[in-house]
């Protein structure tokens, strides 16, 4: 089992950038599929970039591609999310997710959570 902190996350104001970190600790890191997911108050969480094991594929929703880009260091065991163009809709709970199962990336279904970093996007 991986144990996953987020950080990174605050208050920007629109059109500006964030870059967000999760931390992974436990064995085999590099053989994690990774992913970051959102979710803001009163909706559903939202899947919004995920990243395979070495880094080579990399998927995202159209609302962020573009504007949003999911990196890893294997060496660091850690996952990125860099963030620009920032809108007040990105407003949310950032979450990073993990997955041994390299099809999670496709299907979502990511087994391990982390607590969430607050980004707040002001008008």
């Known amino acids: 089992q991986v144990q996953l902190v987020e950080s990174g996350g605050g208050l920007v104001q629109a059109g500006g950038s964030l870059r967000l970190s999760c931390a992974a600790s436990?064995?085999?890191?590099?053989?994690?599929?990774m992913a970051w997911f959102r979710q803001a108050p009163g909706k559903e969480r939202e899947f919004v970039a995920a990243?395979?094991?070495?880094?080579?594929?990399?998927y995202y929703p159209d609302s962020v591609k573009g504007r949003f880009t999911i990196s890893r260091d294997n060496a660091k065991n850690t996952v990125y999310l860099q963030m620009i163009s920032l809108k007040p809709e990105d407003t949310a709970v950032y979450y990073c997710?993990?997955?041994?199962?390299?099809?999670?990336?496709?299907?979502?279904?990511?087994?391990?959570w982390g607590q969430g970093t607050q980004v707040t996007v002001s008008s």
């Open positions: 990243i395979n094991w070495s880094g080579g594929d990399t």
């Open positions: 997710a993990a997955d041994r199962d390299q099809t999670t990336i496709i299907t979502l279904g990511f087994g391990s």
């Open positions: 436990g064995r085999s890191f590099s053989s994690y599929a």
